[in-house]
């Protein structure tokens, strides 16, 4: 297989999945092109492994098709379609050793012998477990069990990968670790992999897009630098991030920026490229992120300027997170970059901070869109 994105993987158009009166799966459409990496991201029973299992032919769609390679699989079962599936229990066999394991799916389908030996041992080395061949599975740690699961899935060659947490068993280092090895088997074996979580750290490491879901739906779908920075509605912004919601009522917009308050602050913001005009009167949230608050010295050249007073400081190495109050019940979050011998602030003292126009987002306070992020 070759490297890079092509055309689309798999897909799905306004699937729906229910289970007794709950949807699990709400009008899903996404598609997936060849050679990407892409994350399901929410919170727990937004839909995530339903969905993963619609692609993988373990559930089948109440309404809408799944497509793979451009063709309908919709009611076919998972063993009619050129997809594999990982979980987080990973259910290697215990009784067989690396070998074994990974060419389970060889044998089953009567490959000749030499030629298992040889796609055991190119998998082997792709997950580098090069001299575990003939290892236990009981003997085994649990990233190099991690791979024996990988490549036991990739053996045959399944045009996705779908993997389903398969990482939140293990401790945070190896975690890490695994996160990386996980792109290079990726990029190495020139696949198609999504990828479960609800990790926003994870999605983000790993990703070429993020499909962020809630009740059952895609609330958006997007690389991680548009879902950070051009979130489609406040949900959105705070799953993926630190950011401050200030509620909003609108005022007017004049001379190419949008002035709003909060409480007794009166602030400027740029108007949304692609979200619904939010017109005056009317209430929004604006997301404005921990960094995009300069502190001190910095907050001098800003458009907007406040003053807080300091209630809590949390020192962070590289950086230092100031928690202020406002005035009029508001509390702010500025995380500022620290070097040593930067000026550094205690609580109780008073603080300036600021943005300018382009680093507030005024977001709609509902989820009320839906907008996928154009291929
Ligand atoms: N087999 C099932 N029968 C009944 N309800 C189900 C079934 N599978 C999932 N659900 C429900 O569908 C919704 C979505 O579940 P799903 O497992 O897809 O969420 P998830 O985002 O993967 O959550 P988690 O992160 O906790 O695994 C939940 O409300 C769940 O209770």
């Given amino acids: ?30 598609q997936v092109k060849r050679g990407e990496f892409v994350s399901l991201l929410g919170p727990s029973g937004c839909g995530k ?42 259910a290697l066999f215990p009784h067989m050793d690396v070998f074994n394991n990974i060419a389970y799916g060889l044998k089953v389908r009567k490959t000749p012998k030499s030629e298992i030996k040889r796609r055991v041992q190119d998998m082997l080395e792709l997950v580098q477990l090069g001299d575990y061949s003939r290892r236990a599975i009981s003997r085994l740690s649990g990233g190099q069990a991690q791979r024996v699961a990988i490549a036991r899935a990739l053996i045959n060659k ?85 950011t401050n919601l200030l509620q ?65 400081s949390v020192y962070g190495g590289a950086s230092i997170r100031y928690t202020l109050d406002m005035g009029g019940h508001i509390q702010l979050q500025a995380s500022s970059l620290y070097q040593r011998g930067d000026a550094r602030y205690a609580p109780g003292d008073s603080l300036l901070i600021g943005f300018n126009p382009e680093d507030g987002l005024l977001l709609p306070n509902e989820a009320s869109v839906h907008r996928e992020s154009s291929l």
């Avoid at 490297?3 to 699990?24: F, L, M, Q, S, W």
């Avoid at 709003?260 to 619904?276: H, I, N, T, Y």
């Avoid at 009317?282 to 300091?310: D, M």
Wanted: glycine share 10%.
């Fill in 158 to 242: 399944p045009e996705v990968l779908l993997l389903d947490e398969p990482l939140s068993a293990l401790d945070m280092q190896l975690r890490l670790d695994m996160q990386r090895e996980l792109k290079r088997i990726q990029r190495e074996f020139g696949g198609t992999f999504i990828f479960v979580t609800h990790d926003q750290n994870e999605a983000m490491n790993m990703s070429d897009r993020i499909g962020v879901m809630r009740d059952g739906k895609l609330l958006q779908y997007g690389t991680p630098d548009e879902i950070y920075e051009r979130p489609v509605d406040s949900f959105v912004a705070k799953f993926i991030g630190d």
């Fill in 248 to 312: 909003v009522k609108m005022l007017v917009e004049e001379e190419g920026r949008v002035w709003v308050q909060a409480g007794g602050l009166k602030l400027a913001v740029r108007p949304q490229e692609g979200l619904p005009a939010i017109s005056a009167g009317s209430k929004a949230s604006l997301s404005i992120r921990y960094e995009y608050l300069r502190t001190g010295e910095a907050a001098n050249s800003c458009v907007n300027r406040l003053e807080g007073i300091v209630t809590e």
């Fill in 49 to 90: 492994t339903t969905l993963l299992r619609l692609l993988g032919g373990l559930e089948q769609p109440d309404e809408g098709a799944v497509l793979l390679s451009g063709q309908d699989v919709s009611g076919i079962p998972a063993y009619g379609r050129n997809t594999n599936m990982i979980f987080q229990q990973l």
């Fill in 1 to 30: 297989m070759s490297g890079g994105v092509g055309p689309i993987a798999i897909e799905t158009r306004d699937v729906i999945k229910r289970y007794a009166g709950n949807t699990a799966v709400n009008q899903v459409s996404l």
